[in-house]
């Protein structure tokens, strides 16, 4: 019996697994909201929304700027070198579901993004901190896409589910032999 009637019970293995999801869906979400921004980027080109990968996206600027601010060749090469970097974490995604290994992948090449993050801010900005959220939310991602991939990695070892039967008072007192 579940005496505390406000804590939902939940077992090991169905935790693992929603960390598996949460990691899951935080890369998927990184995906949408990269091809958003480089979307954001090619219409309007002021606006930029965060919790995306930047290495696409600063690449497809940069080459803007260098087509002076149209669709041009290095807008079209930064683009499909990004397209590429998308389509390695759209790949990533599909294979974590078999095996949650692809997510520790993921991470590393997140981290990457990160790395390139700090670098084009030092370099390109005249005030680096003016990406520190960014950088605290690819931190954030890094972390979620990590906890799934423990998790993963944990789950086939995980114990198996536990059912508990509740006694009641009156099967005691049938069965006053036990």
């Known amino acids: 019996m579940n005496y505390r009637q406000d804590v939902p ?4 293995r ?15 979400g990184v995906i949408v909201m990269t091809l958003i921004n480089l979307t ?4 309007s080109g002021d606006n930029y929304l ?5 290495v696409p996206y600063y690449l497809t600027l940069f080459g803007w700027f260098m087509d002076g601010g149209a669709l041009g060749s290095y807008t079209f090469t930064g683009l499909m070198i990004g397209g590429a970097v998308l389509a390695v974490y759209c790949l990533f995604w599909l294979l974590s579901r078999k095996n949650a290994v692809w997510l520790t992948w993921s991470a590393v090449l997140f981290g990457i993004d990160l ?3 700090i670098v084009f801010s030092f370099l390109f900005f005249e005030n680096p901190m003016s990406n520190l959220v960014d950088v605290l939310i690819h931190i954030v991602v890094i972390s979620q896409i990590i906890k799934g991939a423990k998790a993963g990695k944990e789950l ?4 198996p589910e536990i059912t508990f039967i509740e006694i009641t008072d009156d099967d005691i007192s049938t069965n006053s032999h036990i």
């Open 156 to 159: 086939p070892t995980a114990p």
């Open 14 to 28: 169905a935790h693992l697994t929603g960390q598996i999801k949460i990691g899951r869906r935080t890369l998927l």
């Open 9 to 12: 019970t939940v077992s090991y």
């Open 50 to 54: 965060l919790f995306s990968a930047s």
């Open 115 to 117: 790395a390139a993050l």
């Open 40 to 43: 954001l980027l090619l219409t």
